[in-house]
């Protein structure tokens, strides 16, 4: 069975920090990359930051500078350091991995709330 299950979210200040964690059980989390999303309400998911299985990222031009994604294989897990957070980042955040291979199943957390504001 597999399970994505992100942690670390919560009320922050603007200017503020969060660091989001995504635990993984269930898949050879080394050949998957990991993604964060997020939706803010009345808005479309959005891609947030990327991690290849490689360890190539990539970031939404709105969090460049601001949010660092990293995974650490031994554990299992992707993070997201937020930082300098604004109101306009206040959303659900989830957890993805995929192989991003035809035929193949993409899975995601449950997600965690994160709202910047005073």
């Known amino acids: 069975q597999v399970q994505l299950v992100e942690s670390g979210g919560g009320l922050v200040q603007p200017g503020g920090s969060l660091r989001l964690s995504c635990a993984a059980s269930?898949?050879?989390?080394?050949?998957?990359?990991m993604s964060w999303y997020r939706q803010a309400p009345g808005k479309r998911r959005e891609l947030v930051a990327s991690?290849?299985?490689?360890?190539?990222?990539n970031y939404a031009d709105s969090v460049k500078g601001r949010f660092t994604i990293s995974r650490d294989n031994t554990k299992n897990t992707a993070s997201l350091q937020m930082n300098s957070l604004k109101p306009d980042d206040t959303a659900v955040y989830y957890c993805?991995?995929?192989?991003?291979?035809?035929?193949?199943?993409?899975?995601w957390g449950q997600g965690t709330q994160v709202t910047v504001s005073p």
């Open positions: 993805n991995a995929d192989r991003h291979v035809v035929g193949t199943t993409a899975y």
């Open positions: 269930g898949i050879v989390f080394t050949i998957y990359a």
């Open positions: 991690i290849t299985s490689g360890g190539s990222t």
